[in-house]
């Protein structure tokens, strides 16, 4: 095989691969996921305010 078939080969996989991943992030299955990982931050400071709150320190 020379670079030209090499090289196409190798474009056409990462296009799938890059179709495959933006199918991934976009079905309704990943949607409840990454909802929820979006939000973990946000988790985290509601469990250090009730901690605050319930030790008696404000800031």
């Given at each position: 095989?020379?670079?030209?078939?090499?090289?196409?080969?190798?474009?056409?996989?990462?296009?799938?691969?890059?179709?495959?991943?933006v199918?991934?992030?976009?079905?309704?299955?990943s949607?409840?996921?990454?909802?929820?990982?979006?939000?973990?931050?946000?988790?985290?400071?509601?469990?250090?305010?009730?901690?605050?709150?319930?030790?008696?320190?404000?800031?």
């Open positions: 095989m020379d670079y030209a078939i090499t090289g196409t080969i190798f474009t056409l996989v990462v296009f799938i691969v890059f179709i495959g991943i199918i991934w992030a976009y079905s309704k299955k949607k409840k996921g990454f909802d929820e990982a979006a939000n973990l931050i946000f988790a985290d400071e509601d469990k250090d305010k009730k901690e605050k709150r319930e030790s008696g320190t404000h800031e």
